[in-house]
């Protein structure tokens, strides 16, 4: 099974970006459908954004439209999370996945699996 480990996060002020990483190793990455999601403290953990394992797409949650931009390189089985213009609101746990069930793309919560440990975004006012 794919392993994913995520990395880039940190302390931004509002306004700022950053740039988040989801490196999987494994032989199934490529062929996998990938998304993001993140966890605020007190709140369920809520999806993000996603992407095709050919990259079409891609999907965002309203929240995110026009500032998050999702994308992946295959050939160095990474996924990646750009992230401009933050708010305090985004400050949250971000994690990877990959789809693991459903006959068909979703952006369900529960058709993703292989989560990373995730990286804390913290944006300040």
């Known amino acids: 099974q794919v392993q994913l480990v995520e990395s880039g996060g940190g302390l931004v002020q509002s306004g700022g970006s950053l740039r988040l990483s989801c490196a999987a190793t494994?032989?199934?990455?490529?062929?996998?459908?990938m998304g993001w999601f993140r966890q605020a403290p007190g709140k369920e953990r809520e999806f993000v954004a996603a992407?095709?394992?050919?990259?079409?797409?891609?999907y965002y949650a309203d929240s995110v439209k026009g500032r998050f931009t999702i994308s992946r390189d295959n050939a160095k089985n990474t996924l990646y999370l750009q992230m401009n213009s933050l708010r305090p609101e985004d400050t949250a746990v971000y994690y990877c996945a990959r789809r693991v069930r459903g006959s068909y793309f979703s952006t369900l919560e529960s058709d993703f699996g292989s989560w990373g440990q995730g990286t804390q975004v913290t944006v300040s006012s």
């Open positions: 494994g032989r199934t990455f490529s062929g996998s459908d």
């Open positions: 992407i095709r394992w050919n990259g079409f797409g891609p």
